[in-house]
């Protein structure tokens, strides 16, 4: 590059940086967060448990609740357990509706796992809950939707919160603070693959 059109990208660079600075620092607000990850696309658990090993990272003590995964192990849980008492898990489901096949079951468990999470976002202790799933027990109106929502919103006011799971209701979209929708552009199930060690568990 000539020297001209380095001095350019040198201007172009510093503008943008300029904008940039100015706009955060209009960012004045620290607060916990209301998170929900949804959407058919593979990765909501996945990011969820990203910002988990970030959170831990920073000191940050975890607690996790999985609202539907439990009869198997996974290689995220197998992970973070390393970091002992800095992280909690609460894994309280029975599996997938179409496994258990038992609506009452299925209640009473979904039911216990919101008593462990209650308790999770009482513990001045956690810096981050993760309700992973939440969202599945809530579209088949396993929870009341209006208890479980007043109850996020009743935490304290410096607790993150994550809520995982495929079609998020719409009062707890409102109620957040981020959502984010995977969209599933290519998966490799379509093409016969099956759930793999290490990727999908």
Do not use: C
């Amino acid at each position: 590059m000539s020297d001209d059109d380095l001095a350019r990208h040198a201007a172009k660079a510093a503008k943008r940086k300029a904008f940039r600075d100015a706009k955060i620092a209009t960012k004045t607000i620290e607060k916990g967060l209301l998170m929900v990850h949804t959407g058919k696309g593979k990765g909501k658990s996945t990011a969820a448990f990203g910002l988990v090993l970030r959170a831990l990272g920073n000191g940050m003590k975890i607690g996790v609740v999985q609202f539907t995964k439990g009869k198997w192990g996974t290689g995220e849980r197998g992970a973070l357990e390393r970091f002992g008492d800095q992280i909690r898990f609460a894994t309280m489901g029975e599996g997938f509706t179409w496994e258990t096949q038992d609506r009452n079951r299925d209640i009473a468990a979904a039911a216990k796992a919101w008593e462990a999470a209650k308790a999770m976002l009482a513990d001045q202790a956690l810096g981050l809950v993760v309700l992973d799933e939440l969202n599945i027990v809530l579209r088949y109106d396993y929870l009341v939707l209006e208890e479980v929502v007043a109850g996020l919103q009743a935490r304290r006011p410096g607790l993150h919160v994550i809520v995982t799971g495929r079609n998020a209701k719409k009062d707890l979209i409102e109620a957040a603070d981020m959502v984010t929708e995977m969209v599933p552009l290519k998966h490799h199930f379509d093409s016969g693959v099956k759930a793999q060690v290490g990727i999908e568990f």
